[in-house]
C-alpha cells in the first residue's frame, strides 16, 4: 500500500489566490482527517469524514476554508483567498474506525507559503 | 473543549539516559494515542492505550495509561540518537476525533 498520498508537497502563493491541498486516504479506511501544524499552534485538526460525510468541521478557521470528500479515494482542502497567516504544514490522515493497532495514518503533508 | 497537554516541551537528553514525558487531558479519554514526527516528517502511529492503568512496551519504550483515563507517560531507556523527534500523545474521548497534545521535542547529545 502506498500509504497516505497527498499532494502537492509544497506551494508558494500569493495573498488572495485559490490553493486546493489533494488528498488520497489508504484504500479501506473509512475515515479521513485534515489537521493544520504550525510552530505555535501545533497540530489542530480541521474537519474529519466519516463514510464520505463530514462529521465535525468546528476546527475549520473561518469560511475561507472548505473541505470535501466526492468519494471514498478523494478528498481536497480549500483556501479561498488565501492569506499570509494561513502558512503552514497541512496534513491528511486516514483510519479504520475502531481498530486498535493502527491509529492514524497521516500523509507526508503539504507545506504551504503564503507571500 | 478537550485539552491535551504535554509536558515537558522540550528534553534534552545525554545519549544512554533514560526520560519520560507526561501527558495529561482535560476529560476522561476512551483511548489514548501515542506518535512520533521525525524532524521534516509525519507523525508515524506508535501504540494505542485502552484500558485504565494499562502498561504497554515496545523494546525501550514504555507506555502507561492512568487509572483515570486522564493521563498517560511515555518512558524511553537508554536512549539513542535515533530517538531525535517529537512525541506526541493524542486523546480521544467520543467519535473518531483525536486531539493532540502540544507535543515533547526531543534532542540527544551524543
Known amino acids: 500500500d502506498a500509504g497516505v498520498i497527498q499532494s502537492p508537497r509544497h506551494e508558494v502563493t500569493e495573498m488572495g489566490q485559490e490553493v486546493t491541498l489533494r488528498c488520497k486516504p489508504i484504500s479501506g479506511h473509512n475515515s479521513l482527517f485534515w489537521y493544520r501544524q504550525t510552530m505555535m499552534r501545533g497540530l489542530e485538526l480541521l474537519i474529519y469524514f466519516n463514510n464520505n460525510v463530514p462529521i465535525d468541521d468546528s476546527g475549520m478557521p473561518e469560511d475561507r476554508f472548505s473541505a470535501k470528500m466526492p468519494n471514498a479515494s478523494f478528498s481536497t482542502l480549500k483556501i479561498q483567498p488565501s492569506e499570509p497567516r494561513d502558512s503552514a504544514v497541512y496534513f491528511c490522515?486516514?483510519?479504520?474506525?475502531?481498530?486498535?493497532?493502527?491509529?492514524?495514518?497521516f500523509g507526508s503533508g503539504t507545506r504551504l507559503t503564503v507571500v | 473543549g478537550q485539552q491535551v497537554m504535554q509536558i515537558p516541551q522540550y528534553q534534552h537528553v545525554q545519549e544512554g539516559e533514560d526520560f519520560t514525558t507526561y501527558c495529561n487531558s482535560s476529560t476522561t479519554l476512551s483511548n489514548i494515542q501515542w506518535y512520533k514526527q521525525r524532524p521534516g516528517g509525519h507523525p508515524v502511529f506508535l501504540i494505542q492505550?485502552?484500558?485504565?492503568?494499562e502498561v504497554k512496551k515496545q523494546k525501550r519504550l514504555t507506555f502507561q495509561f492512568g487509572e483515570a483515563k486522564k493521563n498517560s507517560s511515555l518512558h524511553i531507556t537508554a536512549t539513542q540518537t535515533t530517538d531525535v523527534g517529537t512525541y506526541f500523545c493524542?486523546?480521544?474521548?467520543?467519535?473518531?476525533?483525536?486531539?493532540f497534545g502540544g507535543g515533547t521535542r526531543v534532542l540527544v547529545k551524543p
Open positions: 492505550l485502552v484500558k485504565s492503568g
Open positions: 490522515a486516514s483510519s479504520l474506525g475502531g481498530n486498535p493497532n493502527y491509529g492514524y495514518t
Open positions: 493524542a486523546g480521544q474521548a467520543a467519535g473518531n476525533k483525536l486531539t
